[in-house]
């Protein structure tokens, strides 16, 4: 039964099992053994790392630096955004500034379709015409401006430490000051230019074209501050009976012909008639601004209407449409754009501190004055928001406007120049909310283009 040239080879379990358990215990000491070499490295490692934890920390913080710095270097500066660049014959690169050309905006001439503004259709703005209303609207019929000797000035201004008054504004008292608030059907009020000379001098042929006016667009830049932007997007109709007058002071007058930007024969650079202001009554030239800002009723004494535009922006509406669709449509006498960013006086008086934009002590001392006459720190009056940005102004010159605005010049005058402060309190002291059209934010938006302002202004060297 068995073959016999077959072989038996016994074997063992017990060996079998032995061998290779020893199999099994060798693969096991070798992976401990390179575990522990793993650990050993990484311990190494670490102790480096810790031991020259601070070179490391000035080593990355100093390649952050390098590139933050290579990043910044490459970002073109604000006011060249958009500037043009061209190909030169050598296969480079002309920027405009290299050229001696201007940098472009991107929102220059930029006329888009109104989003808020409700103008009405370019047919019948060609039609468009003044109307001739009653002389007055509001409780006041007759404003009157005060007119004092030069002597009283001897000795006085120091009673007002913080007040700038001068020949140009006269020396309004607390008193005074009071009395202007409370309502007469005929008002006598300080509102500048009352002294021969108190500054702000214009020539004789400016003058002449001023007194025509009826309706007038007006701007300013002082201190060889903002570029002047042309207006666009208006009618035949408004470039034949509304005025453009841009005032400039010398120091701008200088900087715009370094820019070759040059004044006419006939006064004018493009639609803007250019009027030079000589011997400007304040050191700070944002004081000096308000002066066309807030008295145009003062300026152009004809006009019966006068559009304000900052000179930060580029105005592009049809300025006959502008009074249609934001005064005669509602029945108001003054239109002006709420606040973007806050409803209340006293919240933006924090912000203007903040923002290094007034000395906080005179801040302090007009938001006691405002305490202690008793403005309350609300966000809206009769339902209108209670603060507003200024830089677009519509109105009709009317006795209470006028009364409004020089009571206006005259707080920017006693305290800080942020007219966004004192507006609410002169309105409020008036009663006269319901005279106003505070119109929304992107109507403003829709009535110019804003730029920003290019160039920081500079102050006059002596307080005249």
């Known amino acids: 039964m068995y073959n016999k040239n077959s072989v038996s080879i016994p074997i063992s379990d017990h060996e079998s099992d032995e061998?290779?358990?020893?199999?099994?215990?060798?693969?096991?000491?070798?992976?401990?053994?390179?575990?522990?070499?793993?650990?050993?490295?990484?311990?190494?490692?670490?102790?480096?790392l810790l031991r020259h934890w601070i070179l490391i920390i000035i080593l990355l913080a100093s390649a952050l630096f390098v590139f933050e710095a290579f990043t910044i270097g490459r970002k073109p500066d604000s006011t060249v955004t958009s500037e043009l660049r061209t190909p030169n014959k050598n296969g480079g690169i002309n920027s405009q500034l290299a050229l001696g050309k201007e940098p472009q905006h991107d929102n220059l001439n930029r006329l888009d379709p109104p989003r808020c503004l409700k103008l009405l259709p370019v047919e019948e703005l060609e039609h468009l015409d003044i109307p001739v209303t009653e002389e007055s609207n509001g409780p006041v019929n007759q404003v009157l401006y005060v007119s004092e000797g030069e002597s009283s000035f001897v000795g006085r201004n120091a009673t007002f430490?913080?007040?700038?008054?001068?020949?140009?504004?006269?020396n309004q008292t607390l008193e005074q000051r009071d009395t202007s608030f409370e309502i007469k059907e005929s008002m006598m009020v300080h509102c500048g230019f009352y002294s021969l000379n108190g500054g702000f001098k214009i020539s004789d042929e400016d003058k002449t074209y001023m007194q025509a006016c009826e309706v007038v667009v007006s701007t300013c830049a002082f201190g060889g501050g903002d570029?002047?932007?042309?207006?666009?997007?208006?009618?035949?109709?408004?470039?034949?009976?509304?005025?453009?007058?841009?005032?400039?002071?010398?120091i701008t007058l200088r900087a715009q012909e370094l820019a070759d930007h040059r004044i006419g024969e006939n006064g004018f650079i493009g639609k803007w008639r250019v009027v030079i202001v000589r011997d400007l009554p304040f050191v700070d030239q944002r004081l000096n601004g308000k002066i066309p800002k807030m008295l145009s009723h003062r300026l152009f004494p004809q006009a019966k209407y006068s559009l304000w535009v900052d000179s930060k922006s580029q105005f592009r509406r049809d300025p006959l449409g502008v009074l249609e669709a934001l005064l005669w449509r509602p029945h108001s006498v003054f239109a002006i754009s709420e606040?973007?960013?806050?409803?209340?006086?006293?919240?933006?008086?924090?912000?203007?501190?903040?923002?290094?934009?007034?000395?906080?002590?005179?801040?302090?001392?007009?938001?006691?004055?405002?305490?202690?006459?008793?403005?309350?720190?609300?966000?809206?009056?009769?339902?209108?928001?209670?603060?507003?940005?200024?830089?677009?102004?519509?109105?009709?010159?009317?006795?209470?406007?006028?009364?409004?605005?020089?009571?206006?010049?005259?707080?920017?005058?006693?305290?800080?120049?942020?007219d966004q402060l004192s507006f609410p309190y002169v309105l409020w002291r008036l009663n006269a909310f319901k005279y106003i059209n505070a119109f929304p934010v992107c109507t403003r938006k829709d009535l110019v283009n804003s730029m920003g302002h290019i160039r920081k202004a500079k102050p006059l060297q002596l307080q005249r």
């Open 19 to 48: 061998h290779g358990g020893v199999r099994v215990h060798t693969r096991r000491k070798r992976k401990i053994v390179i575990h522990r070499g793993n650990h050993d490295f990484r311990e190494k490692v670490l102790r480096k």
């Open 161 to 170: 430490s913080l007040a700038r008054f001068n020949l140009f504004t006269g």
């Open 227 to 250: 570029d002047l932007y042309q207006p666009i997007g208006m009618s035949e109709a408004s470039l034949k009976k509304v005025c453009y007058v841009a005032f400039w002071d010398e």
């Open 339 to 418: 606040h973007g960013a806050r409803s209340s006086v006293y919240d933006e008086a924090k912000a203007v501190v903040k923002k290094n934009k007034a000395k906080p002590e005179e801040v302090e001392v007009q938001l006691n004055q405002y305490r202690k006459d008793g403005l309350p720190e609300v966000k809206r009056f009769i339902g209108k928001k209670a603060l507003c940005e200024a830089s677009v102004i519509v109105r009709k010159h009317t006795p209470l406007t006028n009364l409004l605005m020089c009571l206006w010049f005259n707080e920017v005058v006693r305290f800080t120049s942020r």
